[in-house]
């Protein structure tokens, strides 16, 4: 097994060099492919001497795909550790961050240890059967088994973290060495045809894939094997976390305008079918004085409702539609039609103002309760197109902000008696999403043809979006996400010191009149000393209460505004 003192170093950067030297290498072998395929040795040639020359060029066709396979083969088994290794990253800040949070100790070894654990005497185990004890000294004690309890529990669950890093750094080890040796064999995975249209490389990531296996995935495509998948699959490609925004844009408004052509297609057939059926009533309650028969009537109620449900999908396709256009600068980096399936409700959407791609500073904004694409989209674009033009006005560069309604926000609580506001399941699953997004362009980011590589992202979140955006920055990779923001919270998951972003690094506002911020649904993270209080009000401050974070011009809206390009409380 890999010891913990030998993996307290990786990162999931550690295999960038590697990658970006085997893409390299891969899209010259395809360059290789096509000028092989384009040699003809048939054409007017006949004899010994023709034949020779086919048999050679088919040994150099075979040589070419097996090569372009063992480097698809590689490719994929350094993504794979790559991913692994970000795991283990993440898993050693987990023990160290529970370690330092209640002073434990690891060892080299991997050992934690409690040098300050929390000792209860004999007698105050029974204290709750002395009469003579004053009811102070009962919760006194009370509180002190508590303390114990909870260290306890943390203990347990540092050393877990330690057990789980080492596990996955050995599997991750074993693994990569094996794909190393089968390809130093000479043993492909599978061999191709050597016209396929990804040699050596599979032509979608799988579902299950993590965001730095598809991007560099992606990375390794030439130029018009990625125009080919945009084309062949804009449904995947536009919501793949892990590609370059341009190319997710130009997908997603494709797929975008072609939702909006078949809805209308459907709403004229549907319109067709109901003035034709309402007018033959007509005729008939005029000449025969009998109404549709039941069949008719039938079909002309499927018709309307189908009608009506399909003028809310237009409505919603028309709320994106419009916010795109309200600046020549944004990008589509999520269009995702509700399924219905659960955490999958909704149509989820995500529009940039800034090209994410090139810009210094990317900012994801997390909506909360009654978030929808037909009601909100429209008035997170102008926010975030207010919030980059201040952000941009402090002079630290370039700036992207991402309006994401990337989960099923909950209703209104008195929306069909809905109320999961009050819990955290949209939160938790919610921020899993999240968390995979801004990994995504941390990741795509390391395409050297589209983007810069260093970028300093931050998530900003608003009302429950905040619980659910603690949730995906409690878990998201190291080094991903720069600074965190909230205002109006409802509460964040355990607390600061939990997240994943640099220590100091986490600021929450709060009107004194906001009835919702608070701590029902975790942590109240204005009261949390892991977070950095930022004065939402100043002298000018004429809207306050739960609405008043994001107002144009606002002294709460400039605070956020300095988090975002990284002078958070200055």
Not at 200 to 223: H, I, K, R
Not at 240 to 248: E, Q, S, Y
Not at 406 to 413: A, I
Not at 529 to 554: I, R
């Amino acid at each position: 097994m890999v010891a913990w003192s030998d993996i307290t170093s990786w990162t999931g950067t550690g295999l960038d060099t590697v990658l970006d030297d085997l893409i390299a290498e891969r899209k010259d072998a395809v360059e290789s492919r096509d000028n092989i395929a384009s040699i003809d040795v048939s054409t007017g040639w006949e004899g010994a001497g023709a034949t020779a020359a086919q048999e050679r060029l088919t040994q150099l066709k075979d040589v070419c795909i097996k090569h372009l396979c063992l480097l698809g083969d590689l490719i994929t088994a350094t993504s794979t550790a790559q991913t692994g290794m970000g795991d283990v990253e993440t898993l050693v800040l987990e023990a160290q961050t529970i370690a330092d949070n209640y002073g434990f100790t690891i060892s080299d070894d991997g050992t934690v240890t409690d040098p300050n654990p929390v000792k209860i005497q004999w007698y105050e185990k029974f204290s709750h059967s002395y009469a003579d004890l004053n009811m102070s000294h009962l919760n006194s004690n009370d509180t002190k088994q508590q303390e114990k309890i909870d260290r306890e529990t943390r203990l347990k669950e540092c050393s877990d973290a330690v057990t789980s890093a080492c596990n996955k750094a050995t599997e991750v080890d074993n693994d990569y060495k094996t794909s190393l040796d089968n390809v130093a064999n000479g043993q492909a995975t599978e061999i191709e045809d050597f016209n396929d249209s990804t040699p050596g490389l599979s032509n979608l990531p799988p579902e299950n894939a993590s965001t730095e296996q598809v991007a560099a995935w992606w990375n390794s495509l030439t130029s018009s094997e990625k125009e080919e998948m945009v084309n062949s699959y804009p449904d995947r490609i536009g919501n793949l976390d892990g590609i370059d925004a341009v190319t997710r844009n130009e997908a997603n408004r494709k797929r975008l305008s072609n939702d909006t052509q078949s809805y209308n297609d459907k709403k004229m057939e549907y319109e067709r079918t109901i003035s034709e059926l309402e007018n033959i009533q007509k005729d008939r309650l005029l000449t025969e004085d009998r109404p549709l028969t039941d069949s008719e009537q039938e079909e002309l109620q499927f018709a309307k409702q189908s009608l009506e449900s399909i003028n809310s999908k237009l409505t919603e396709l028309e709320a994106i539609s419009t916010s795109l256009n309200k600046s020549s600068d944004t990008q589509l980096l999520l269009y995702d039609p509700a399924t219905g399936e659960n955490g999958h409700e909704l149509t989820h959407a995500a529009i940039s103002i800034g090209n994410v791609d090139t810009a210094n500073h990317v900012a994801t904004y997390v909506p909360g309760m009654t978030t929808n694409v037909t009601d909100s989209m429209e008035n997170i674009t102008n926010d975030m197109l207010n919030m980059k033009d201040d952000a941009e006005a402090v002079n630290a560069g370039s700036v992207a902000t991402i309006g994401w309604i990337g989960y099923d926000c909950p209703p209104h609580p008195l929306t069909n008696n809905d109320w999961s506001v009050v819990g955290t399941g949209e939160a938790e699953m919610g921020g899993q999403s999240l968390a995979r997004f801004t990994e995504g362009i941390q990741d795509s980011r390391n395409d050297g043809d589209v983007g810069v590589s260093s970028v300093h992202q931050s998530v900003i979140a608003h009302s429950y979006g905040s619980t659910t955006a603690s949730y995906g920055v409690e878990q998201v990779r190291p080094g991903v996400v720069d600074d965190f923001c909230v205002f109006g919270s409802p509460g964040v998951k355990e607390g600061g010191w939990d997240m994943n972003v640099p220590e100091g690094h986490n600021y929450a506002l709060g009107f004194s009149n906001d009835g919702v911020s608070g701590s029902y649904l975790g942590r109240d993270p204005v009261m949390d000393p892991d977070f950095k209080g930022l004065n939402p009000k100043d002298a000018d401050t004429t809207k306050t209460g739960h609405s008043g974070y994001l107002v144009n011009g606002s002294h709460a809206q400039h605070e956020i505004a300095k988090v975002i390009v990284g002078k958070g409380g200055e």
